[in-house]
């Protein structure tokens, strides 16, 4: 492991809830790879959950409380990060959220406050932790989001979280801009559906999921390994000269135009 090629690099993860979650796939991609890792947990409610998948990434690996919507949190995780490692090579955000409520009816009635909350958590989040994790990158870095191509075309539903990732991979393009001089790196990987926590309980998912493997050029749904892979070349040296992109990986389901 200590010959991998992230080996000696220190990487922060946010969002992984359980192991499902696309930030476990990428977490155990950076580790396999010879990565440090340090993570977070929303709250209490998925605590236990990180902490337990945390220890298999090895004995000691930190864990603390961040929720992306406060300031605060942000300002004390870091405080965490800088004092257990003491700098940062590598940060993954793969966090969303809209009220559920946006993601059933039309778009045209989000809500003033449901359009806040979207893009606080899904887009802004990037920039607030990019901006805490950039003064630890001494050495250069590279930091990965996650989106979805209801970024870019009309997907039934994905309503207001398709223009909350609309903003997230704008801001992708303008933090590298900001982070090229500082050799930071930063990308979003557009993921095909996932059957993770934020998928259940979607309205029609399954049957999305089935659309994709009809009509995706592979005929089938990308799995997490792929997703974490592709996290894994965008985190290495393998990446280096990648920024600012939004790289799909959807089985091609993208390039279709029928
Ligand atoms: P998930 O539920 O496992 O992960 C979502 C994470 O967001 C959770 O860990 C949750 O705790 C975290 N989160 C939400 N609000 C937060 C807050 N206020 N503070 C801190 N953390 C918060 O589901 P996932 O599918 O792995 O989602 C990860 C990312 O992948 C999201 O950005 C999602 O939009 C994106 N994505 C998912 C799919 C899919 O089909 N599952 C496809 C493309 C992109
Ligand atoms: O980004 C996502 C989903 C993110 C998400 C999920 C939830 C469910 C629970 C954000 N907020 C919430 N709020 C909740 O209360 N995906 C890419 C998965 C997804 O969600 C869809 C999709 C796909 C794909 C919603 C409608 C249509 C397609």
Same mark, same amino acid.
């Given at each position: 492991m200590s010959e991998g090629i992230l080996s000696g690099r220190v990487g922060v993860v946010f969002g992984v809830a359980n192991k499902r979650s696309i930030a476990w796939a990428i977490a155990q991609a950076w580790v396999a790879a010879g990565a440090r890792l340090i993570f977070n947990y929303q709250g209490e409610r998925v605590r236990g959950n990180v902490e337990e998948l945390a220890a298999a990434c090895g004995p000691d690996t930190p864990v603390a409380q961040c929720d992306v919507s406060r300031d605060d949190e942000i300002a004390g995780f870091f405080d965490f990060v800088r004092s257990s490692a003491g700098r940062v090579d590598l940060l993954l955000h793969s966090v969303a959220f809209a009220p559920r409520e946006a993601l059933e009816?039309?778009?045209?009635? $989000? $809500?003033r406050q449901a359009f806040a909350v979207a893009h606080d958590i899904s887009a802004y989040s990037l920039v607030a932790v990019s901006r805490a994790a950039a003064p630890l990158m001494t050495d250069g870095g590279s930091i990965v989001t996650l989106s979805y191509y209801g970024a870019e075309k009309v997907v039934p539903h994905y309503n207001v979280m398709g223009v909350a990732k609309a903003s997230l991979e704008a801001s992708v393009r303008y933090l590298a801009h900001d982070l090229g001089p500082q050799r930071i790196r930063v990308n979003a990987i557009s993921a095909g559906p996932v059957n993770t926590l934020a998928a259940r309980g979607i309205s029609g998912f399954m049957e999305m999921y089935k659309h994709y493997e009809a009509h995706a050029p592979l005929r089938r749904n990308v799995t997490l390994e792929e997703v974490g892979q592709t996290g894994l070349f965008l985190a290495s040296d393998g990446g280096a000269g990648i920024t600012g992109q939004t790289i799909y990986v959807d089985s091609g389901y993208s390039v279709m135009g029928m």
């Open positions: 009816g039309r778009f045209i009635d $989000t $809500t």
